[in-house]
Structures are given as C-alpha cells and as structure tokens.
C-alpha cells in the first residue's frame, strides 16, 4: 500500500498542476502519468517554493533502492524517522501527491478505488538522486494504519491530507510528526472490475 493511483488531469485543480508541468515535462523529454499511475511513473507533487507557496514538480515515484532494481514505494510513518533512507528527506523535503483516489486489493485480489468528489492529497516526501542521466527527483508515498473504512480491504493506508494542510505538512515538521499520529479521515472505497 499505496501502489496504485488516479489522476485524472481533465479535473479543477488537477488540471491546474498537470497544465503547468506539461512544458517543463516536454523540455526534460518526460511524460506525466495520468489516468492509473504506477510506480516508477513520473509523477505530478507539490512542494513549497522559496515563498512558501505551493508548487508542482515532477518527480519519479519510488526511490532507488540499494539492490539492483529495488524500488522503494512507501514508508511507514510509524518508523519514518528510524530509517537512514527516509529520515533526513522526511525531515527536510516534504511533498505532497494530489489525486483522484487511491487503489487497494484485499486479500482475495479484488481491486477497490478510494475517491472522493474533491482531490486527495496523499502525504509523502522526496529527495534529489543521483542517477546516470544526472540528478533526480524521487518521491515516496507514506502510510500508516488503517482506519474503519480501510482495515477491512488492506493492513495499511496512505497519511491523506486536507487540501488546507498541504502547506504545513510541506513547511512545519512538528506539524507533520504531530499529524502522523492523527486518525486517518473516513474514505469509502468502490468495487473496480
């Protein structure tokens, strides 16, 4: 959890970020996933600029792990801070991943879509990677225990945010340990086939 999500560019303020990334994503000959993105995808998140205004990027989703090939899509906000990996980002660079909803398989392998009318703003951080073509923004989803609504479905679930706390998630580090600790908003999921 989380492995899958949609964003849908055609919707208000999705529209908005994809719209402004389209350019700066054409010059770096890198295409924005849309619709069910995958890890690995090259994906719209929002950080704060020097301003501390809300910006998009583009970032590549998971973080080059240390065997060949491993890519690390997810931390738990439970040990967040413990991992060599994830402490100094999650300290220093935090983003945010806004979305149409978020998928989740039960144990049966059914899939299911979490959405809402709104767009999700799904909490994670990021870093600046080295990589053979140069350096590299890379991004990680965090998740956390599941609540009422999510436990039945899977074991986890992303940290999701209102959209009135993108800002101090991204600027305010005791904000965000302290909102890590908070109870996950209610989110009912739809039966995909």
């Given at each position: 959890?989380c492995?899958?999500?949609?964003f ?9 970020y994809?719209q ?7 010059e ?7 619709d ?20 998009p ?5 998971g973080f ?10 997810n ?9 060599r990996?994830f402490?100094?980002p999650?300290?220093?660079k935090r983003?945010?991943f ?5 998928y989740?398989?039960?144990s049966d ?5 979490f959405d ?5 703003y799904l909490?994670?951080?990021?870093r ?8 590299e ?17 899977h074991?986890?679930m ?6 009135a706390?993108?800002?101090p998630?991204?600027t305010?580090?005791?904000?965000a340990?302290?909102?890590l600790?908070q109870?996950?908003?209610?989110i ?6």
């Open positions: 959890m492995g899958r999500y949609l849908d560019p055609r919707t208000g303020e999705l529209s908005d994809y402004e990334l389209v350019t700066i994503a054409k770096q000959n890198k295409k924005i996933a849309v069910e993105v995958f890890p690995s995808n090259q994906v719209v998140t929002l950080i704060a600029d020097d301003t501390q205004q809300i910006v990027i583009l970032t590549h989703w080059t792990g240390f065997k060949k090939g491993q890519l690390l899509i931390a738990r906000a439970e040990t967040v801070e413990e991992k990996t402490k100094k999650f300290l220093e983003c945010a806004p979305m149409s909803g978020f989740e398989w039960d392998k059914h899939k299911f879509l809402s009318s709104e767009p999700l909490a994670g951080f990021y600046n990677h080295s990589t053979a073509s140069g350096l923004d890379e991004s990680i989803i965090l998740t956390t225990k599941p609540n009422a609504t999510i436990a039945p479905i074991d986890r992303p940290v999701l945010l209102s959209k706390d993108v800002l998630w991204i305010d580090v005791t904000f340990r302290n909102y600790l109870t996950m908003p209610d009912h999921p739809q039966p995909v086939s």
